[in-house]
């Protein structure tokens, strides 16, 4: 157990609809990262946040939106789904406090969305 | 453009014998790299790390060597047992984002 949670586990939708995915980080880490593996890929980044504030962006669609909130857990919204968007999105926590690079980041479960 | 590459989808070894998965990069940028590994429906677990500054890490039955020079990476496991049977994943600290390669399927037969 990484002590990052995700909901819902799967989640089963139509084109066109919006999905909010939820993920609560490991106590006391104040990043928060998004990526999305699709069938037969690697795990995609798509944003991060640190203490509330959007620090670094990747292959992020603009259908896509996500936030961090006070409380440190953090909502990836979904939105004018596409079969296309059918993959496993993935949160994972650090500490990282002044965005230097070599520390580790530790996954959730993940959320399988699959869009019908 | 793929910055981390794990050339080999697969790999099957004996129980006991040693496993050797292997990544290569190509942004000199990259200090730090991790390994994680996968199984199904379940997220990415962290395994070991290396920083730039060393050429070995070693943590168990797993030991990752660095070889700055050929922008290569490799993680040893031995012995290997059946319950490693799993998909690894290299990954590179990009600065704000760890990249990934697409992983390697690890099949320890007993």
């Known amino acids: 157990d990484s002590g990052v949670t995700q909901t819902p586990k799967h989640l089963i939708t139509a084109t066109g609809q919006r999905v909010t995915l939820r993920c609560s980080p490991r106590s006391g880490d104040l990043s928060v990262y998004w990526y999305q593996q699709s069938l037969d890929q690697g795990l995609q980044f798509l944003i991060q946040y640190y203490n509330g504030e959007e620090r670094a962006k990747g292959n992020i669609l603009e259908r896509f939106s996500a936030q961090q909130f006070p409380d440190l857990h953090s909502e990836l919204n979904l939105s004018s789904l596409e079969l296309g968007d059918s993959a496993l999105y993935f949160c994972a926590s650090s500490v990282r406090t002044s965005g230097g690079a070599g520390e580790t980041q530790y996954f959730g479960p993940g959320t399988r969305l699959l869009v019908l | 453009d793929q910055q981390v590459k794990q050339n080999s989808p697969s790999l099957s070894v004996q129980e006991g014998r040693i496993s050797i998965l292997n990544c290569d990069y190509t942004?000199?940028?990259?200090?730090?790299f991790l390994w994680y590994k996968k199984y199904p429906a379940e997220g990415p677990t962290f395994l070991i790390s290396?920083?730039?500054?060393?050429d070995k890490n070693e943590d168990g039955r797993f030991t990752v060597f660095l070889n700055k020079s050929a922008k290569h990476l490799s993680l040893h496991i031995v012995p290997s047992q059946p319950g490693d049977s799993a998909v690894y994943f290299c990954?590179?600290?990009?600065?704000?984002?760890?990249?990934f390669g697409k992983g390697t399927k690890l099949t320890v037969n007993p």
């Open positions: 942004n000199s940028m990259f200090d730090y």
């Open positions: 990954a590179a600290d990009g600065s704000e984002k760890l990249v």
């Open positions: 290396i920083s730039s500054i060393k």
